[in-house]
């Protein structure tokens, strides 16, 4: 029978009803600066904004939501940013109840290596991680601002907490109007949140492993080894493609010094990938730069973790089945391991409807909008692989694009796992096979 208890349905329904009480709070009259209820339709975006942990606006965050608004956004992108097996995790223990069959092969599906683990040992890691790494940034970030920028104590103290829960979450929200560009020129601003984001990116289970085995790589899961070198490759090919395109650009990196160029290149390289924040202005990249933002943050980060899109591992086990079909080979693999057919399908339909979602959105808001092509695609891809960097069309949108972006952002935080768990449950052999013929391909 088919109710909450079910996975499939029980993960979009903690988030639903996330983004249903976010939007009830920040419709109070006291949740904005002026004391009015905001539109319905505004507090339902940055609801579902904050929840997918996406960070993509229609209101400025600092000037229109009050101190109560600001706080709620960070507690609805705390809530997200557990990710969707551990808020199912997080529910499973609040009930009292363990997991049953089909519930312990929901969770390995998006776990991986922590099946000899239990809820609890998942739970304590992530609350563990959270605590640490929110607490440390947020010092580091809280003490950089009251020193160098003569910032109050307590002001600074809750520009720190929030921009790092916001990055620790991959949410992209930010305390200030124009992100984070005003220290663009400061690596102890920049540094810290490029950490956060990229070790909150490589998701649990690699977390897990690591824990476990160390920097031992022979013993590292095919899945840690996968994510972690796909996100050392996706980084240096951001850095690279951002410094060959910007260098000269008077828009983002031509003005700068070579020292800064490299921060907020590198800054860039990691922010695509699902976190959101710029210290440089999107609008004014070149449609090279753009492109190599639209694969970043398609691909986004690591499963299990904060990050969005159709993660690291999903592209790889795609890269390496083409790489086979080119070599003539008839298995896929990477680092002397080779993926089931299982894993392949999964892969390909995750990536193939991920894409299709895309196309269909980004040809709707072109129907009703007169904005740029690659403008529109920037923002629907942003928005479902969760990222939230934008070139500032949000708030220029219809109503209807509007209601779109939140649908894609719903999706594109549960429904990639939901798509993945649903595959890996109804996943059944038949006792009988058609007859196999070939068709021409190509």
Do not use: C
Not at 74 to 80: E, H, V
Not at 177 to 188: N, R, T
Not at 323 to 349: K, M, W
Request: proline share 4%; no cysteine; hydrophobic share 55%.
């Amino acid at each position: 029978m088919l109710g909450l208890r079910n996975p499939i349905r029980l993960i979009p329904a903690l988030f639903l009803g996330a983004i249903v009480i976010g939007t009830f709070l920040l419709s109070l009259p006291f949740a904005t600066a002026e004391g009015v209820r905001a539109p319905l339709l505004t507090a339902l975006f940055t609801s579902t904004s904050a929840v997918a942990v996406t960070g993509l606006i229609v209101v400025d965050t600092p000037t229109y939501w009050s101190f109560f608004g600001q706080v709620t956004i960070l507690l609805l992108f705390q809530i997200g940013g557990f990710g969707i097996m551990t808020a199912a995790t997080l529910f499973g223990l609040m009930a009292g109840r363990g997991f049953g069959l089909r519930q312990r092969m929901a969770t390995q599906v998006e776990r991986s290596r922590l099946d000899s683990g239990d809820a609890a040992s998942v739970l304590k890691l992530v609350l563990l991680v959270t605590l640490l790494v929110e607490g440390a940034i947020a010092i580091v970030l809280s003490a950089r601002m009251a020193l160098a920028y003569d910032i109050p104590p307590a002001e600074a103290a809750w520009h720190g907490i929030f921009h790092s829960v916001s990055a620790f979450n991959n949410a992209g929200f930010s305390t200030h109007s124009d992100s984070v560009m005003g220290y663009q020129d400061d690596a102890l601003i920049l540094g810290p949140i490029m950490l956060s984001v990229i070790l909150t990116a490589l998701g649990f289970p690699v977390m897990q492993d690591i824990r476990a085995n160390g920097l031992r790589w022979r013993r590292w899961s095919l899945h840690t080894k996968i994510t972690i070198a796909g996100t050392a490759a996706l980084l240096v090919f951001g850095l690279v493609s951002i410094l060959v395109a910007e260098w000269d650009n008077p828009a983002t990196l031509g003005p700068m010094g070579v020292q800064s160029k490299l921060l907020n290149a590198a800054f860039h390289s990691v922010m695509p990938r699902t976190a959101g924040f710029n210290s440089l202005d999107v609008g004014g990249f070149h449609d090279e730069t753009l492109m190599a933002n639209y694969l970043l943050m398609f691909i986004g980060g690591g499963s299990a973790g904060t990050a969005g899109g159709i993660k690291i591992t999903t592209f790889f086990v795609i890269f390496a089945i083409v790489l086979s079909e080119v070599r003539g080979r008839r298995d896929a693999g990477i680092f002397n391991r080779r993926f089931g057919p299982a894993v392949e399908r999964q892969a390909l339909s995750v990536a193939v409807m991920a894409a299709a979602l895309i196309l269909a959105s980004t040809t709707y808001i072109a129907s009703v909008s007169e904005l740029a092509l690659h403008d529109i695609l920037f923002e629907t891809v942003s928005a479902f692989a969760t990222v939230g960097l934008s070139t500032g069309i949000t708030a220029e949108l219809p109503p209807g694009a509007q209601l779109v972006l939140i649908a894609l952002m719903f999706v594109g935080r549960v429904g990639t796992i939901t798509v993945a768990t649903a595959l890996a449950l109804e996943a059944r052999d038949r006792t009988y096979r058609f007859p196999e013929e070939n068709v021409i391909v190509g």
